[in-house]
């Protein structure tokens, strides 16, 4: 899901949320209804002991 935040936080066409189903044999599964990406921005950069607000001078940027 991290690819699929990373490709949707760039686009700004996408709408801003992450959407993920599973095709089955008869049909799909929800997998994420739907996360916004904005928050998922922020979790993100906790995870890596960031603030995410752009102001990340002197420190590791996001590596997937």
């Known amino acids: 899901m991290l690819a699929i935040y990373?490709?949707?936080h760039?686009?700004?066409a996408s709408g801003g949320m992450v959407r993920?189903?599973?095709?089955?044999k008869d049909g799909w599964e929800k997998i994420v209804e739907g996360k916004d990406v904005?928050?998922?921005h922020y979790?993100?950069?906790?995870?890596k002991g960031l603030k995410g607000d752009g102001n990340e001078t002197g420190m590791?940027?996001?590596k997937i």
């Not at 993920?20 to 089955?24: F, G, P, R």
């Not at 979790?43 to 995870?47: K, P």
């Open 38 to 40: 904005s928050d998922m």
């Open 6 to 8: 990373h490709a949707t």
């Open 60 to 62: 590791e940027y996001f």
């Open 10 to 12: 760039k686009d700004s």
């Open 20 to 24: 993920v189903y599973h095709i089955v």
């Open 43 to 47: 979790e993100i950069a906790q995870t």
